[in-house]
């Protein structure tokens, strides 16, 4: 058993997701749609994920991702960069630089959650799951040019169901709220 979960904590099976605004969020799924096509990977919603593999309760975690939503504003970003990785979840996807803003919603999610289990190693948006493929890095190019440079505005915060114990079909936003700093 992990350290610090009790035999009755709950599975890890909850993360914290920013969701992009309509404009990007179209974008950004006919690209999620394409490539999973392309590559043979899973479709999913396209997310930055503040923190994945959260064992708490659900009540907790709603909670919790309710005062994140009013202690931060919508997010601008502008995509640093297309990258590649042999990580299975960061197959395809675009980089963004560090923000302030972000660094403490994950400090305010480590906080509730008493672990950095699960804590994305840096802002991020998923394009294709996958495993290493010899193509990436030619796709990496073509998607550069498409994205690198452009901005997307995360403008509510989300309470998934989704972890590395659930089936990326089984995957599902339980409740959404507006990013609304007050």
């Not at 504003?73 to 803003?101: I, Q």
């Not at 493929?133 to 550069?144: K, M, Q, S």
């Not at 901005?151 to 709220?177: G, H, M, N, Y």
Request: net charge neutral.
């Amino acid at each position: 058993m992990p350290l610090g979960r009790s035999r009755n904590a709950p599975p890890a099976q909850y993360s914290v997701w920013l969701l992009p605004d309509t404009q990007s969020e179209a974008r950004l799924l006919e690209t999620v749609a394409r490539l999973s096509v392309l590559l043979g990977g899973p479709s999913f919603v396209p997310h930055l994920t503040v923190q994945g593999d959260i064992a708490l309760p659900m009540e907790r975690i709603h909670a919790l991702v309710e005062r994140m939503a009013r202690q931060c504003g919508p997010l601008c970003w502008t995509v640093g960069r297309v990258e590649c990785s042999p990580h299975f979840f960061r197959c395809l996807y675009l980089r963004f630089p560090p923000m302030a803003e972000f660094a403490q919603l994950q400090q305010l999610a480590r906080r509730q959650t008493a672990t950095a289990q699960g804590l994305s190693p840096f802002p991020h948006l998923s394009l294709a799951y996958g495993d290493t493929h010899p193509g990436n890095t030619g796709l990496c190019d073509i998607l550069a040019e498409e994205f690198n440079g452009q901005q997307i505005t995360f403008d509510q915060i989300a309470v998934c169901r989704s972890s590395k114990s659930v089936p990326i079909p089984q995957w599902e936003c339980l409740a959404r709220f507006p990013l609304t700093l007050s």
